[in-house]
């Protein structure tokens, strides 16, 4: 591992997860010295990555940061097929829709679908929300190859979010027979959710597809967990998949003799 490059990414996740933090800061969460810190800081900013909050001893993410994220979104063969059936599933439903990857313990969302109703919304495209908080996370961690939830302490959001490892992987072996994952307040209260994962033409599961709704709307009618499941299996036959769900050797719910 090259140290520079080491710490320089530590440094664009620390604000990443800050959004802003000073000098003594940073070099705190790192363990480094101040002046090693601001050394790479400078680097950071000199190519747009970084920069200081204007009229404050911050710095933040930089532009450049963004221009990198756009292409990458860009390059999501995932995104661009998820696209359409995203917008045909918020016409449909009349709620908004996510669609987001797996990221370490994370889901990053990488397209949102404002609900139709013309009312103002915020955009969600590079919100980050813990795995086991989402359904959008759930819904691609029961479908992961030798993984049953996260390996980290599992973090509380809210008095909803599920934090025994236990009832997770409960939960998790519930989602893998249904297709169908829900959150119900667990990442932010008032707000809930049901995703279904989505496969390509190697059979992993590369993303997941959401349908947000106001918690005063749950639970859900059973024809909204069609409407999910159908945009998902959409999603995953334009990405080669060769069905829906596709299971992993330790994923695949038990049937009887």
Not at 28 to 51: F, Q
Not at 73 to 91: G, I, P, Q, V
Not at 116 to 125: A, K, L, N
């Amino acid at each position: 591992m090259i140290q520079s490059v080491d710490r320089s990414v530590r440094i664009l996740l620390a604000l990443q997860a800050a959004r802003r933090l000073c000098l003594s800061d940073l070099a705190a969460r790192l363990d480094l010295p101040n002046s090693t810190v601001h050394g790479i800081l400078r680097t950071l900013a000199a190519h747009g990555m970084v920069e200081q909050e204007p009229g404050s001893l911050r710095y933040m993410l930089g532009p450049a940061v963004l221009r990198l994220s756009s292409v990458y979104l860009d390059s999501l063969d995932f995104r661009s097929r998820a696209l359409k059936w995203a917008e045909e599933l918020s016409r449909r439903t009349g709620a908004s829709v996510r669609a987001g990857v797996l990221l370490l313990d994370d889901v990053i969302v990488v397209h949102h679908e404002p609900r139709p109703d013309g009312s103002r919304q915020m955009p969600e495209v590079g919100f980050v929300i813990p795995a086991h908080a989402s359904a959008l996370g759930k819904a691609l961690l029961a479908f992961q190859p030798y993984a049953h939830g996260p390996a980290t302490p599992l973090r509380s959001m809210t008095g909803e979010t599920i934090v025994d490892p236990g009832q997770l992987a409960e939960h998790l072996a519930e989602v893998a027979r249904t297709g169908v994952a829900t959150e119900h307040d667990e990442a932010v209260l008032g707000e809930s959710s049901l995703a279904a994962p989505i496969f390509d033409n190697t059979g992993a599961a590369v993303g997941a597809i959401a349908v947000v709704l106001q918690s005063s709307e749950w639970p859900p009618p059973s024809a909204l967990h069609d409407d999910v499941r159908e945009a998902a299996r959409n999603i995953s036959r334009e990405l080669g998949a060769a069905g829906w769900p596709v299971y992993a050797v330790d994923t695949e719910p038990a049937t009887s003799a």
